[in-house]
């Protein structure tokens, strides 16, 4: 019975936070535009009964996924924000995983100062810092001036309003997500692995293509998914940094949603990117499993 | 203790329950009122006001059509106002509570009308039009004396919106003004809602896309004012503070307001009480004093727009009644144009086009 418990708790968590937003979501996308409060008709009610399930079901129409199938805006923003969350993880990885190493190798007391100035920039509000990069990397910005100054340029760069700016502000945001799981997996590193592999005939190169990054695998993993996923949903960064032209589904949803007030459509797009990002997560962790199973 | 703590509970449910009913939530838009009213509706009433702004239609009526706002007066503009009062958004006004709508504006309330049949639901908050906000010296000195500041082919004509683009244009991010105004440009009728006209559109916004440094509803003012932009599709009123932040700062930014000599769009900010709204009584004191002529004419003077308030003209300062901008001359007003909203599917012919004036896609 404790037991039970136990696992009904994780399963009820998973129910209520993420199966019955889901469903409610679902529903929305199914319904049909109207002009009332709030702006759908909903086709079934739960108070209904099996009645009006089976009739609603009956008449299912996907015309709003239809509808997302002949625009190309849809897939192009899919596509572009699939690209701009991949370049940012990777670039995200490179900055990352030195940082993380670093600090893991750094001596036992500085450790925790190290982290500390890690996640401080967290105590303040995300979109003052996303403002202060804005007023970084604008035209008469701090950069600009600098540069300037430097004589490195001899006209102002422009920046901010360009993909570049979404790029630097999603590595910026995301980060700490990337530095630290992989910390945490560096952590445990036992040493003495290391020297084995050294004794061994390893140089010190070897060693580390051989033995720490494999052993840092699952916190490189958790901090690519941690980067990865809220950035190929990102809405605010695109909007106040990127340009007219950075295309990305949250800013679509976001036009959906305000501008066409089509919450069926909105919906839509919602469950359409949820299936892009759990489709192959799900694939993923069963490929993992297998290889484990095979290792085992 | 028992009985201690439940009257401690009780003391402070009651505080709650009362410090509840003594807000007043307004929902306005951006740099749109003197903030010495808001004070000094707070020293009159005894009523604590919490005052957001926001800068677009759409952001409110996605609020309004949600529902749960907790706002109590919320300032939609016409077309959105009409919408939202089909959609069952607003609940009537109280007139017996508004002793001040007798200082309202017929001229106005019969257009407003329009949107609002019978004024049911509303009162005009200010009104204005959609226009040029143009720094003069800067513009004359790329296109020459004979720049056409007055006219939407400023910016509307390719030739002179790419030489104006190093120095920057501005434009609103509101579909629902820019299209009409590409439509009357074109000399078809700006309130179409035909999906073909309203495709043609495309034709003027299109090949001016490239020179269009920013689609944004708010920040052209400070843009305008610092000189960092020559040109900004703008409301009459913020290009207006504009120009008057740049005198204030004395940094030799001279900004000009021109409704175009094409017609400009005329537009009305309405304000309402939402069904749902948690205090509908401090709604009405709100809206009652904001109808005073004095407040009125505070407000109008502070933020450079038109308001829809007769008894607060004589207390209006000269610079705000005798500029044609701000109070157009009846030649003017014959020459402007209103919308009305767009049905659904026209509606998302409409976003898309914008989003691929915006996003080139």
Redesign the interface.
């Given at each position: 019975m404790r037991r039970f418990a136990l696992i009904a708790i994780p399963y009820f968590w998973l129910l209520a936070l993420f199966l019955v937003p889901f469903l409610i979501v679902l529903k929305i996308s199914l319904s049909d535009?109207a002009?009332?409060?709030?702006?759908y008709l909903p086709q079934w009610n739960f108070g209904d009964g099996w009645e009006a399930l089976r009739a609603f079901f009956a008449d299912l129409d996907m015309e709003n996924f239809v509808f997302l199938s002949e625009?190309?805006?849809y897939w192009?923003?899919y596509i572009s924000s699939l690209r701009i969350a991949v370049i940012s993880t990777v670039i995200t990885l490179l900055v990352g995983f030195p940082i993380a190493y670093g600090i893991a190798r750094s001596p036992v007391e500085w450790r925790p100062t190290l982290l500390m100035l890690i996640i401080l920039p967290f105590w303040t509000s995300f979109l003052i810092r996303v403002y202060a990069w804005m007023g970084i990397l604008s035209?008469?910005g701090l950069l600009n001036q600098f540069l300037l100054w430097l004589g490195v340029i001899g006209e102002p760069l422009t920046i901010l309003?360009t993909n570049t700016a979404v790029y630097i502000a999603i590595v910026y945001t995301y980060l700490p997500f990337m530095i630290l799981p992989i910390y945490a997996a560096l952590d445990r590193l036992d040493d003495s692995l290391l020297e084995a592999a050294e004794d061994l005939g390893c140089s010190r190169i070897q060693a580390f293509w051989l033995v720490t990054i494999p052993l840092a695998r699952n916190g490189i993993i958790a901090g690519c998914f941690l980067v990865f996923i809220p950035a190929i949903g990102e809405v605010i960064i695109p909007s106040l940094m990127g340009g007219?032209?950075?295309?990305m589904i949250g800013k679509?949803l976001w036009?959906e949603?305000?501008?066409?007030?089509?919450w069926p459509v909105a919906s839509a797009v919602a469950i359409i990117l949820l299936l892009i990002l759990i489709i192959p997560i799900i694939l993923f962790q069963r490929n993992e499993q297998k290889q484990r199973e095979a290792e085992g | 203790m028992k009985t201690h703590l439940l009257s401690v509970t009780a003391t402070l449910a009651l505080i709650a329950a009362t410090a509840q009913a003594e807000e007043v939530r307004v929902y306005n838009w951006s740099d749109y009122i003197d903030e010495a009213l808001l004070e000094k509706f707070e020293a009159e009433t005894g009523l604590e006001l919490i005052y957001d702004v926001f800068d677009s239609n759409e952001v409110l009526e996605t609020k309004m059509l949600a529902g749960g706002s907790g706002y109590d007066v919320v300032v939609p503009s016409g077309t959105f106002l009409q919408r939202q009062i089909v959609a069952g958004a607003f609940q009537p006004l109280d007139m017996s509570k508004l002793p001040n709508a007798a200082n309202l504006w017929d001229v106005i309330a019969d257009r407003t009308a329009a949107y609002d049949p019978d004024n049911a639901y509303s009162i005009n908050y200010m009104w204005g039009t959609t226009g040029l906000g143009v720094n003069e010296p800067k513009v004359k000195e790329i296109l020459g004396d004979d720049a056409p500041v007055t006219s939407w082919s400023l910016i509307f004509d390719p030739a002179n919106a790419e030489k104006l683009a190093a120095c920057g244009i501005h434009m609103l991010d509101a579909p629902a003004e820019m299209i009409p105004a590409a439509l009357n440009y074109l000399g078809l009728n700006p309130d179409s809602h035909d999906p073909d006209d309203i495709a043609r559109a495309e034709e003027v916004l299109l090949p001016i896309r490239p020179y269009i440094q920013k689609f944004h509803s708010s920040e052209y003012i400070n843009a305008l004012a610092n000189g960092d932009i020559c040109v900004a599709v703008g409301w009459s009123g913020d290009v207006l503070q504009a120009r008057d932040r740049a005198a204030e700062a004395d940094n030799g930014v001279e900004v000009s307001y021109y409704a175009p000599d094409e017609g400009a769009l005329m537009w009305f900010d309405q304000m309402a009480i939402p069904v749902d709204a948690p205090n509908p009584e401090g709604a009405h004191v709100f809206l009652n004093f904001i109808m005073d002529a004095q407040n009125m004419a505070d407000a109008s003077n502070y933020v450079y727009y038109a308001n829809g308030n007769l008894a607060s003209q004589p207390l209006l300062e000269e610079d705000v009644i005798g500029d044609p901008a701000i109070y157009p001359d009846e030649a003017a007003m014959a020459s402007t144009y209103t919308t009305t909203p767009y049905p659904a599917r026209v509606q998302r012919t409409v976003t898309r086009l914008w989003t691929k004036i915006k996003s080139g896609v």
């Open positions: 535009l002009l009332a409060r709030p702006p625009d190309d805006l192009r923003a035209k008469e309003n007219s032209g950075t295309l679509v036009e949603f305000f501008s066409n007030r089509d | -």
